[in-house]
């Protein structure tokens, strides 16, 4: 079972990327949704821990560094810096940047080794079976498919090779059981419910043990007491959950997040973090994560990314051309998390300019130009409340505690239908008002109606600020919300009448595309 949560910590992982490539989009998504939950967390006022990092060792790294000419770590070093930048760049507040190849990482997977060892679920024999090198994963016979050309491929369409060598096992034979009675009292472990089904049905299926070393490369972190033998790229790579909180240090101060709120992780990925992690763990003598939630896959105008028909998308460039902002809204609105979905400009354009620039930039535009215009751009004060005032101020005032079930659920598209309610009601309740026309007839109503739409604009900003950071910073400024004053307790405190709001600017422009584009 889970241990329980002090419910003021909060630890939220990505998977940690291979440096065997560039960042493409697929990296960026996982890593915008895992920095929108910890924001959110944030505003909520968890004290959280977000990590992210990077994964360098295995057979492919050392096969592209060869390729590239360079030794493995050179190559890791590079390409580690490569993914950085890109957290660096889409905005991504990650407390941690964790790299395999690091002394503190290599330390604790030794210290989990020797805990496995202890525990008796470890032997040593020989593997002999099909592997796939691009996958870094062993597969059973019943799960190959077979090329046009009748080469055996891996499910993911991977090529495989049959491998003998020597090698320790892992008895994940012996957790089937025990893993399918966690799945059982742990429901939500597995996000989202067509992952789970596909995880237990894995197991249930028959687990055999899994081989967690190999001697056929040298580019791995040795095996205790084992020369020749270098730690599976898995086992290395799922122990920087724990090795990034100190781990085997469990006094230390970090190791209070454990276990982790929510792992994000792709779902070609799943079985690693749904099967062979908690085993471990709890082989280990450590308490399994609390969540693994997947992410689909993006294609590219329905064609699945690939180098070789060149349409593999660089999240910078799509950042530099729409912006980051409608960029990191984009991929969390556009498709449920957990499904695949397509990538489009002219899908991105479409919400930048209907949702971002109509809907929320045009009412935040109109609201702060009225007030500049009407009331000497100082915050006016509240008059009577008419039902559709308190209605509209309950909506936007209830605005997080609506979003919150499903960020936790990581359905951020959920999330976004509820902040747009409140935004098209605004807009309606803005239309309904008229404060245009107030100001000739009814000065102080007209003020009320601005107020409304002020206070409206404030929890909105708060609550999208996680998805899109700078821009509703921006508008948080022009509402005059001091920066130390922009998570969720805040909202309870009314801003004082009469403060002076700079002139309003527009947050989103509308985006045209070129003749040409697609």
């Keep these: 079972m889970p241990e329980p949560r002090i419910m003021s910590r909060y630890y939220v992982t990505t998977p940690i990327y291979y440096v065997n490539g560039a960042p493409h989009i697929g990296h960026a998504y996982t890593s915008i949704a895992a920095d929108v939950l910890a924001r959110f967390k944030r505003l909520q006022g968890h004290d959280v821990f977000f990590l992210t990092g990077t994964d360098e060792h295995g057979q492919k790294v050392e096969k592209a560094a060869a390729e590239a000419g360079i030794d493995p770590q050179t190559f890791a070093d590079r390409n580690a810096a490569r993914f950085r930048d890109m957290s660096a760049r889409m905005g991504i507040s990650n407390d941690d940047f964790i790299r395999t190849t690091e002394a503190r990482h290599k330390d604790g997977c030794a210290a989990l080794w020797r805990r496995l060892e202890a525990s008796g679920d470890l032997y040593l024999g020989h593997y002999e079976g099909w592997y796939a090198v691009r996958d870094e994963a062993f597969y059973n016979e019943g799960e190959l498919t077979t090329a046009p050309d009748g080469r055996p491929l891996a499910p993911s369409g991977a090529p495989v090779e049959w491998v003998r060598e020597p090698s320790y096992f892992f008895r994940l034979s012996a957790w089937q059981d025990r893993l399918l009675a966690f799945y059982e009292a742990n429901p939500d472990f597995i996000g989202p419910e067509s992952r789970r089904r596909e995880v237990t049905s894995f197991v249930r299926g028959g687990l055999t043990d899994l081989s967690v070393s190999r001697t056929t490369f040298s580019w791995g972190i040795p095996v205790p007491d084992a020369p020749g033998h270098v730690m ?18 469990t006094d230390g101060a970090r190791w209070a997040y454990w276990p982790a709120d929510v792992h994000l992780v792709g779902k070609d990925i799943v079985r690693f973090h749904a099967v062979y992690w908690p085993a471990f763990l709890m082989a280990a003598g450590i308490a399994p994560p609390r969540r693994v939630s997947t992410n689909g896959w993006w294609t590219v105008d329905g064609e699945k990314m690939s180098k070789s028909l060149g349409n593999v998308v660089d999240p910078l460039d799509l950042a530099e051309t729409y912006g980051l902002d409608p960029l990191r809204y984009f991929l969390l609105r556009e498709m449920p998390f957990g499904n695949d979905g397509t990538i489009s400009r002219r899908a991105l354009v479409a919400r930048l300019n209907t949702e971002l620039a109509n809907d929320l930039g045009n009412l935040a535009q109109r609201s702060l130009s009225l007030i500049a215009r009407n009331c000497g751009g100082a915050r006016p004060a509240r008059g009577m409340l008419t039902d559709d005032d308190r209605e ?69 900003a708060v609550a999208l600020w996680p998805f899109m950071p700078a821009s509703m910073d921006r508008l948080l400024d022009q509402l005059g919300v001091a920066p130390g004053a922009r998570d969720f307790a805040a909202l309870a405190e009314e801003l004082p009448d009469g403060a002076s709001l700079p002139p309003p600017q527009g947050i989103f422009p509308r985006h045209v595309e070129p003749e040409d584009g697609a």
């Design 392 to 460: 509209m101020l309950g909506a936007a005032a209830a605005l997080p505690a609506a979003m919150a079930p499903a960020i936790d659920r990581q359905a951020f598209h959920e999330a976004l239908d509820e902040a747009w309610r409140v935004i098209r009601a605004a807009n309606a309740y803005i239309d309904r008002q008229a404060p245009w026309a107030l100001r000739k007839t009814d000065t102080a109503r007209m003020a009320t109606v601005l107020r409304v739409l002020a206070d409206v604009l404030r929890p909105v």
């Design 232 to 249: 599976y790229v898995w086992l290395d790579a799922l122990a920087n959950y724990v090795t990034a909180l100190g781990y085997p240090d």
